[in-house]
Structures are given as C-alpha cells and as structure tokens.
T-cell receptor, first 118, second 116 residues
Framework: AQKVTQAQTEISVVEKEDVTLDCVYETRDTTYYLFWYKQPPSGELVFLIRRNSFDEQNEISGRYSWNFQKSTSSFNFTITASQVVDSAVYFCALSEAVGETSGSRLTFGEGTQLTVNP | DTEVTQTPKHLVMGMTNKKSLKCEQHMGHRAMYWYKQKAKKPPELMFVYSYEKLSINESVPSRFSPECPNSSLLNLHLHALQPEDSALYLC???????????????FGEGSWLTVV
C-alpha cells in the first residue's frame, strides 16, 4: 500500500523567512508520480507541481523549489522569502493508477498548515 | 482561476432534504472525481467517472448518488444525509482515464455542505 507522511502538522514563520515542508513517501511501484497542492482557507486545492519517479532534477518556480530524492523517498518543498499570502495547508500526494481505464487515485499526506506572520 | 467550477459554494440542508451539488469542466478531461474532505484532514476519494461511466465507488453510502450527464458535467445527489456528512465536497478532473497515473488531477473550489 502507498503512504505519504508529512511529519510537520503546523509551521509558523515570520514573513521573509525561508521555510521547508517535508514529505516522505512509501510505494512499491517503480514508476510513480508525486504532487504538491496548496489549499488556502477558501477551500480550493491548487496544483503546484508534478514530479515523476525518473526525474530527480530539482525544480524552481519563482520563490518555490522542490527537492526530490529517491534514495530517501523524499519530496520536500521550500518557499523562499515567505509571504503572508503563502499561508495555507500544503498537501503532498502520491498517484496510483487504479485500473486500465479508471483514472488515478491520489494518496495524500495529512497536510502541513503553514502560517506566515507579518 | 480554477477551470473546474462547482455550485453551490455553500449549502445548508436538513436531514430529510434532497439537494444536488454540481460540477463543470471545459478542459476536455474524460475522468471526473468526487472527493470529501473533513476539517483538518486530507481529501478522501468517493467516486471516479471514466468516459462518463462510474468506474470507482469507494464504498460510499447510498445516500450519496453520483451522476455524469455528459463529459463536462458531474453531479452529486444528496438525500437523507446525516450531520456527520457535513464536509467540503471537492470535484476534480484529469485528462485521460487510461492507465496513466501521472495525470494531474485539477480540483474545483469545493462546496461546503452543512447538514442540520
């Protein structure tokens, strides 16, 4: 069975601090995909990034960066120079196909509540 | 802005009421999903529609009845709900139901449901 662990339940930082959100996953699949989603208080789950198991290249998008390390089964997310608008719950997720034509299922971590204070 | 649109955004219903949640996407996606999310918990999969056919039911009680009238629309009919069914209901879609676990699932803003 697949599992995603986000050990940090809540993180509180002051604006402009850098913050890293941890994600550790378990899967027996050799091909898999990892995702990060952001959920602000409004409720919508906003897609941030997708990474496949064959691509260990780190990615940077503006203030966001992701560090994928297959050797440690981790896919950590760093926000540089955090802003108040970054306050949200962040979910790490692992995708599995559930059949030839049945779409895919996301296994979510429990989420990390990030609060950025002014 | 999300390309998965859900209505209503908020719904309060009594335990004897019948109501529906609606979801629409115009991205040409052929897989659509209903997720349920309780407070401070991750979303949980309820149903998956693949090419307008129900492909997965995660043992959801029959008081929740999904419907997919066409490739762009997904409904969730609600009847005789319990207070513990109060939650955020998220609709989502992905490009192709074919065995591609890497398809990104895009979510709507959700419908906040309160059962009184």
């Amino acid at each position: 069975a697949q599992k995603v662990t986000q050990a940090q339940t809540e993180i509180s930082v002051v604006e402009k601090e850098d913050v890293t959100l941890d994600c550790v996953y378990e899967t027996r699949d050799t091909t898999y995909y990892l995702f990060w989603y952001k959920q602000p208080p409004s409720g919508e789950l906003v897609f941030l990034i997708r990474r496949n198991s064959f691509d260990e290249q780190n990615e940077i998008s503006g203030r966001y960066s992701w560090n994928f390390q297959k050797s440690t089964s981790s896919f950590n997310f760093t926000i540089t120079a955090s802003q108040v608008v970054d306050s949200a719950v962040y979910f790490c997720a692992l995708s599995e196909a559930v059949g030839e034509t049945s779409g895919s299922r996301l296994t979510f971590g429990e989420g990390t509540q990030l609060t950025v204070n002014p | 802005d999300t390309e998965v649109t859900q209505t209503p955004k908020h719904l309060v219903m009594g335990m004897t009421n019948k109501k529906s949640l609606k979801c629409e996407q115009h991205m040409g996606h052929r897989a659509m999903y209903w997720y349920k999310q309780k407070a401070k918990k991750p979303p949980e999969l309820m149903f998956v529609y693949s090419y307008e056919k129900l492909s997965i039911n995660e043992s959801v009680p029959s008081r929740f009845s999904p419907e997919c009238p066409n490739s762009s629309l997904l409904n969730l009919h609600l009847h005789a709900l319990q207070p513990e069914d109060s939650a955020l209901y998220l609709c989502a879609s992905s490009q192709s139901p074919l065995r591609k676990r890497g398809n990104t699932i895009y979510f709507g803003e959700g419908s906040w449901l309160t059962v009184v």
